[in-house]
């Protein structure tokens, strides 16, 4: 792959009928679509939906065209690499109306997403600094993320 890994459309044809035509507003371009950038896919100005892209590449002549990096890809680019490439083959009126059922069908080797957890600054710094307490509600990557965190800050205070 040597431009982007699109998603987003629910694999539920009653979920991405609900969502298909809430639109979000543009962002302001700040930052670039460098590789492992994450932005929403758009058809034109304020069409964002629940569609979204990881830049395989630098994918800067995007930025000119409105596209706004909201997200980057900090650790894991290599699982990114390894999504299946089909190009622009689905059409996404049939992923809207039949979901899954047609993807499963007409594209086997497809790659999908099964859940994603965003993790907060702060959330993490409450983790690593407290209690387990407040660990509640983090799935169990997020829970690896913590302990990670937290023996790299206890080996910092044992070299200081």
């Not at 409105?66 to 299946?84: H, N, T, W």
């Amino acid at each position: 792959p040597n431009f982007m890994a699109q998603f987003g459309i629910s694999g539920d044809p009653a979920v991405a009928a609900e969502w298909r035509t809430k639109t979000i507003q543009d962002d302001v371009v700040t930052k670039s679509n460098h590789r492992g950038f994450v932005s929403f896919a758009t058809s034109g100005p304020n069409t964002r939906t629940t569609q979204m892209f990881i830049n395989f590449a630098d994918n800067v002549f995007l930025d000119k065209m409105g596209f706004s990096p909201f997200a980057q890809v900090v650790k894991g680019m290599e699982a990114v690499d390894r999504i299946y490439a089909i190009g622009e083959k689905p059409d996404q009126n049939k992923i809207q109306e039949e979901g899954n059922a047609y993807l499963s069908r007409e594209f086997p080797e497809l790659t999908y997403i099964t859940s994603a957890q965003v993790i907060a600054q702060d959330q993490i710094d409450q983790c690593v600094n407290s209690p387990p307490a407040h660990t509640a509600g983090l799935n169990k990557a997020g829970m690896n993320v913590i302990k990670r965190l937290k023996r790299l800050k206890h080996l910092k205070q044992a070299r200081q």
